[in-house]
Structures are given as C-alpha cells and as structure tokens.
C-alpha cells in the first residue's frame, strides 16, 4: 500500500543548528515527492518538490530511491523555520492526481 | 488573486441543518480538491475536481454533496452530518490535475457538528 511516514512527531533544535526532517514513502512505481509547510496561523503551503530540485528558504530535500526517503534539511536553523512540515506523495489515478501527506512533524526552533 | 478563498471561516451546526462550504479560485486553475483535517492529523482527501467533473471521491459518506459549478467555484453541502464530522475543511486548487503540480491551499472552515 501506499504509505508516507513521518517518524519524527516533534523536533526541537537551537537556532544555528542542522535540521533534518525525516520522510519515508512506500509506493511501487515512480514517486512524486513534495514537502508543505504551515507556518503558525498562516495556510498550508508547498516548499519545495523533487522534481524541482530547488533550495526555498535554504532547505533541499534529495529523492533517494534505494532508501524511499526523501528527507528535508537545513544546515543552518532560524527562528522563522518553527512550523508544521508535511511529506507528501503525490499518485496517479486514472482521472486526476491524489496527495497522500505524512503525519507531519512539529520543528521547533529554540533561540 | 493568487489566493483559494473559503467561506465561512466558522461554521456550528445541528445534526439536522443543512449547509454549504464555499471556495472560490481566480487562478484559472482547472483543479479543485476537499480535504478533512482533524486536529493534530494531515489532511485526507476527499474530493477532486478536473475541469469541472467530479474525478475522485475517496468513498466518502453521501452527506457529503461537493459541486463544481464552474472553474473558480467549488461547493461542499452538508447534511445530516454527525458530531464525529467536526474537522477543519480545507479546499485547494492546482493548476490541473498532473502529479507534480503545486497545490495550492485555501485557509479551511472550521465546522463544529453539535
């Protein structure tokens, strides 16, 4: 079955300090990767997706196949990064696309 | 306008009502989705809609009615729902339906099933 997981309910860092957010995803054919974030009283929105293979806000993520993970990182914390991040994986069907997001993790930047 | 808007943002009501959710899209986006989030849970998907026609429905309970009037709008009617139905409901669109597009995210409506 298709699966995103997100191990990591809450982590905490200092500021200045490397972030790394853990996604793992199960799905037999070619993955289409995104992370979302939601910033405190703000909506839902993307960050960055594989395909893009862009940095926003200084966080990359790399698609690993022979792992299934595609984990977000950031060498440098901010104050600013405190959110809610959602993996999501994007899967076809035979009219329209479909999201299956993480359960999210809580990153906390302490200052 | 590059925003998903949604109305209301609060809504509470009885387990008898009937009622509409709102979203509304000016980005010439041809698809629009319901999503289900309840507290401290990811969003699940509901419905999706590509140019118009209902596309997925994720077997969700018929007293959940979604409509696609035309591409900018997209309605969810509620009827005889049921106190576990109190979530946060969030509408989104993208550009159309292909995998690797951006989803853009309205700012829900909070319903409260009494």
């Known amino acids: 079955a298709q699966r995103v997981t997100q191990p990591e309910k809450l982590l905490s860092v200092f500021k200045g300090a490397p972030v790394e957010l853990k996604c793992n995803y199960s799905?037999?054919?070619?993955?289409?990767l995104f992370w979302y974030v939601q910033y405190s009283r703000q909506r839902l929105q993307l960050l960055l997706r594989h395909i893009s293979r862009e940095s926003i806000k200084g966080f990359t993520a790399d698609l690993n196949k022979g792992e299934t993970s595609f984990h977000l990182k950031k060498p440098f914390a901010q104050e600013e990064d405190s959110a809610m991040y959602y993996c999501a994986l994007s899967l076809p069907s035979s009219s329209a696309s479909k999201i299956i997001f993480g359960s999210g993790t809580r990153l906390s930047i302490r200052p | 306008d590059t925003e998903v808007t949604q109305t209301p943002k609060h809504l509470v009501m009885g387990m008898t009502n009937k009622k509409s959710l709102k979203c509304e899209q000016h980005?010439?986006?041809?698809?629009m989705y319901w999503y289900k989030q309840k507290a401290k849970k990811p969003p699940e998907l509901m419905f999706v809609?590509?140019?118009?026609?209902?596309?997925i429905n994720e077997s969700v309970p018929s007293r959940f009615s979604p409509e696609c009037p035309n591409s900018s709008l997209l309605n969810l009617h509620l009827h005889a729902l049921q106190p576990e139905d109190s979530a946060l409901y969030l509408c989104a669109s993208s550009q159309d339906s292909k995998r690797y597009n951006e989803q853009f995210f309205g700012p829900g409506t909070r319903l409260t099933v009494l």
């Open positions: 980005m010439g986006h041809r698809a």
């Open positions: 799905y037999s054919g070619s993955p289409e």
């Open positions: 809609y590509s140019y118009e026609k209902l596309s």
